[in-house]
């Protein structure tokens, strides 16, 4: 049986390595971005929303290379009605109404003809504000704190069972930044900008955070009683060993699906299945070789002192 609980000092050093990486881009991109840890969107922040009616097809890449350069690169196209329909919602940064005549004058060169009747702009107001975004943040305190005291009751029967509840919310806390780091690192490279989807995709990334760990856990609880004559690492060892298969098959099986959306699915959709996908890859790696080794790593300070004295 492979000792890969014994790896926990590479493990916890290449995470490490990673939250500061994490933490280098969202200041990089407070740097650049006149405060901002993450570039908004016009959900956060407001802006201009374009209702486009084309005679002929349009393609979103024409389109959307048509805003960009006009320094829009953040801009949501998305296509309304049937595809026959022609009509296209953009929304941006704010525009006054020069720039949004000469945007329009450049989608009539390069993309095709604007009905003009059937076609609008306007002012729009955040969909997400402040106030979303606090209660997403108390949303996830709630959530860790009841996450908490689920596992600590959960686990209730084996020795300390508040270490498995606090070493969960750590890999959580671990994979919520390393999420932010390569979204803000994607938002300095390719301009992508924080909105409702990469919220939603950042509270999923939460979600996988528990599912894995459980699994183990699980493991560990049973393997305890079991295995009394082997030492708490070995018993660690033997239910990551245990479980790792079926984990890592599960996983993949959703990434997968993801990577396909990645490659052929839509520019507005990707950010969203982008977050999803690092926060599941990250997941994968911090159930196994952070939560696991820092369980591992408390066990063995809480035992220190009683050897320092014998």
Not at 245 to 272: C, D
Request: aromatic share 8%; proline share 3%; glycine share 6%.
């Amino acid at each position: 049986m492979t000792n890969f609980v014994q790896r926990r000092k590479l493990f916890l050093t290449i995470t490490g390595i990673l939250i500061l990486l994490s933490l280098a881009a969202l200041v990089a991109s407070a740097v650049l971005f006149q405060g901002q840890a993450l570039r908004i969107s016009t959900d956060f922040a407001g802006g201009t929303m374009f209702v486009l009616h084309f005679v002929k097809p349009a393609l979103e890449s024409d389109i959307r290379g048509v805003f960009a350069d006009h320094d829009q690169t953040g801009a949501i196209v998305q296509q309304l009605g049937a595809v026959e329909d022609n009509t296209w919602q953009v929304r941006t940064r704010f525009t006054d109404a020069d720039e949004v005549e000469q945007i329009l004058e450049d989608l009539d060169a390069t993309v095709g003809t604007i009905d003009r009747r059937l076609s609008n702009w306007s002012i729009v107001e955040p969909t997400v504000g402040a106030q979303v975004a606090k209660q997403a943040a108390l949303a996830v305190s709630v959530a860790s704190a009841v996450v908490l005291t689920f596992i600590w009751y959960s686990f209730r029967r084996v020795p300390n069972p508040i270490r498995y509840g606090v070493v969960t919310i750590v890999a959580m806390l671990v994979n919520v930044v390393i999420s932010l780091g390569f979204y803000a690192l994607m938002g300095i490279l390719h301009g992508w900008e924080a909105d409702a989807l990469f919220l939603t995709a950042l509270l999923t990334v939460i979600g996988f955070s528990v599912q894995d760990l459980i699994v183990v856990f699980d493991r560990i609880r049973e393997n305890i009683p079991r295995h009394r004559s082997e030492s708490f690492e070995m018993i660690v060892n033997r239910s990551v060993a245990e479980t790792v298969v079926r984990s890592l098959a599960t996983q993949l099986n959703a990434m997968f699906v993801m990577v396909a959306i990645l490659l052929f699915g839509g520019a507005t959709i990707k950010p969203f299945i982008a977050v999803m996908l690092i926060g599941m890859v990250s997941e994968t790696y911090t159930s196994l070789c952070v939560a696991v080794p820092l369980l591992v790593v408390w066990e063995e300070h809480s035992h220190l002192p009683r050897r320092a004295t014998a």
